[in-house]
């Protein structure tokens, strides 16, 4: 047994290949990413061939991951909580059906957005979907609970989540590592049946799920990594939930909370503990990072006999990551214990890379902008949604991966014309094609730039689904080639640009533009690398 110093994501990493994983799929999003990273990089997952490719998107992704455990194998399928909105059918779908080897889905959920569209919290998903949700609190439970859901999973045959936030995701400590298992044998389902939901088997698995309600109750009401911490001051009893527990214990440095707490790390809530707290104490405050999601159920389960304070009525910031102080607010005590970011630090805006081939076609956008009008340009999600931002300030709209292209189509379709999209080369492979079908077959006139610098940037330069695939994907889905278009993104290109952009905005139908450059930091990659093997 081997004590390592491990970032969140790479105990989950490492504790899959532990437990004995034969693949891994995913798309990247942070604070997910380096999960995959991890499982690319190790020797182990190398010697083994565990399957560690990127996958198109996160429904491609489960769904592999789905077929693996069909087979009998334990699979991991990991990505950021938005991820889980696209892979939500599977999701959905992956309770009813069960599973067959272990599935375990590690969803990284974003407080206060620091990379992300919204702050939705997965554990909805999980308890929408009626399976077991682990929140680990630290590094060794991300990577024990990690392990541990896959037998979970496979005693009842259900997919587990593991949810982490951004916090436990990208910090290190500490982790004891266990014996590497055996990878399981590739073995069938033994219902050939079990995973066909037509209605009339699909009602039989949706019952087999209800009927498993009990036993998931009963594991986390037996859960280790649920407790109850003793306390002498009985006029509040504590709920934390995760990570959350050392935003209270940072509080007390000597350990000593003077209040009863419960941990929470395993969900359904566990009734029996929660319910000795609430007859111990006068009154509850619910702690947890994300939606006050335990904070409703339990206003509700005790009903209104029983003060539960949170973030619902304010005793705690009703939105963003919580930490030491937001506690201490809470319980009257001094704040200041934890080192929280020190006041004063320089705010540092997000910009593009000096040299970035985006600089060279928003500028070029911004042209047309001017003889067109404000209001136009349907954007997307990657290192180009900074185009919203001076000096360029090119783009309207960032909303969901994919919804540049269907955007503007609906906006098309409603009139505003004249229209453009601009979306990434991966985001295109992601969630544009199906939209750009969308556009081809409704004849819609809509000017899309791919704006395709041959890989994922804004996650860190993972490889691009389709790297000089992307004309040939337009012209196969029925887009005129005599529209496709292709530039450089380069200042000397810049009029030749604005020319095409401009000539294709006077074409009456779907027209493609593709600016394509390398990413400069790909390219500063790629050339340190060639270095080192020189
Ligand atoms: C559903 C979903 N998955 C993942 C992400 C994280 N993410 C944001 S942009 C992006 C890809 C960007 O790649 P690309 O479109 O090629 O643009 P680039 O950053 O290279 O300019 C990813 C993976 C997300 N926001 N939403
Ligand atoms: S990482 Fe690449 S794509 Fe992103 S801003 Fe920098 S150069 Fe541009």
């Known amino acids: 047994m081997q004590k390592r110093l491990l970032l969140g994501v790479e105990a989950i990493g490492q504790a899959a290949i532990d437990a004995g994983i034969s693949g891994v799929y995913a798309y990247p999003g942070t604070p997910s990413t380096e999960i995959t990273g991890y499982i690319q990089n190790n020797p182990v997952a190398v010697e083994r061939n565990i399957h560690r490719k990127w996958s198109v998107n996160e429904k491609t992704a489960m769904e592999a991951a789905l077929g693996m455990s069909y087979a009998g194998k334990r699979s991991l399928t990991c990505m950021k909580h938005v991820g889980l909105n696209v892979a939500a059918d599977v999701f959905m779908n992956a309770s009813v059906t069960g599973v067959n080897g272990g599935l375990v889905v590690v969803v990284a959920d974003d407080p ?9 919290d997965s554990r909805y998903y999980g308890k929408f979907a ?8 630290n590094q060794q439970e991300a990577y024990d609970m990690t392990m541990e859901a896959f037998d979970i999973s496979e005693q009842l045959k259900l997919p587990v989540m593991v949810r982490i936030p951004t916090r436990l995701a990208h910090s290190r400590s500490g982790v004891l590592q266990k014996n590497l298992l ?3 044998r590739l073995r069938f389902p033994e219902n050939l049946k079990q995973f066909i939901l037509v209605p009339a088997y699909g009602r039989k698995r949706y019952q087999e799920l209800l009927d498993k309600q009990p036993a998931i109750l009963q594991l986390a009401e037996e859960s280790k990594y649920n407790f109850y911490i003793e ?19 940072e509080n007390f440095p000597d350990g000593n909370c003077p209040w009863p707490v419960v941990k929470i790390s395993h969900y359904p809530l566990p009734g029996k503990l929660l319910l000795r707290l609430e007859e111990e104490c006068d009154k509850l405050l619910v702690v947890e990072e994300g939606y006050p999601i335990a904070e409703e159920i339990l206003k509700d389960f005790f009903g209104k006999g029983k003060i539960v304070n949170g973030r619902l009525d304010g005793t705690l910031p009703r939105k963003g990551e919580l930490n030491p102080d937001h506690l201490a607010d809470a319980l009257g005590l001094k704040k200041g214990t934890s080192r929280i970011t020190p006041a004063g630090l320089p705010n540092r805006p997000p910009s593009l890379c000096v040299g970035c081939g985006h600089i060279d076609t928003f500028l070029a956008l911004n042209e047309i902008i001017d003889e067109i009008g404000e209001g136009r340009v349907f954007s997307d999600i990657g290192c180009y949604a900074l185009g919203v931002l001076p000096p360029y300030n090119s783009i309207n709209t960032c909303v969901d991966m994919g919804a540049s292209i269907t955007m503007a189509k609906g906006a098309a379709d409603a009139g505003m014309l004249p229209v453009l999209a601009v979306i990434g080369d991966s985001t295109f492979t992601h969630s544009g094609i199906t939209g750009l079908l969308d556009c081809v077959n409704g004849k819609s006139n809509v000017n899309i730039i791919i704006v395709d610098n041959e890989t994922v940037a804004m996650t860190g330069g993972q490889e691009s689904s389709a790297e000089g695939r992307i004309e040939n994907i337009c ?16 200042k000397k290109n810049h009029k030749k640009i604005v020319n095409i952009i401009r000539e294709e905005m006077n074409y009456d139908g779907v027209s493609v533009m593709i600016g394509r450059r390398e990413c400069v930091q790909k390219a500063v990659r790629s050339k340190r690398l060639n270095i080192k093997k020189e």
């Open 475 to 490: 012209m196969g889905v029925g887009v005129d080639p005599g529209h496709i278009r292709v530039f450089v993104p380069l």
């Open 112 to 120: 206060s957005q620091h990379s992300s569209q919204n702050e939705q």
């Open 231 to 249: 306390g002498n001051d009985k006029s509040l009893g504590i709920i934390c939930c995760g990570i959350t527990i050392n935003y209270l214990m």
């Open 130 to 137: 009626m399976i077991p949700v682990l929140e680990p609190s």
């Open 182 to 184: 055996e990878e399981n």
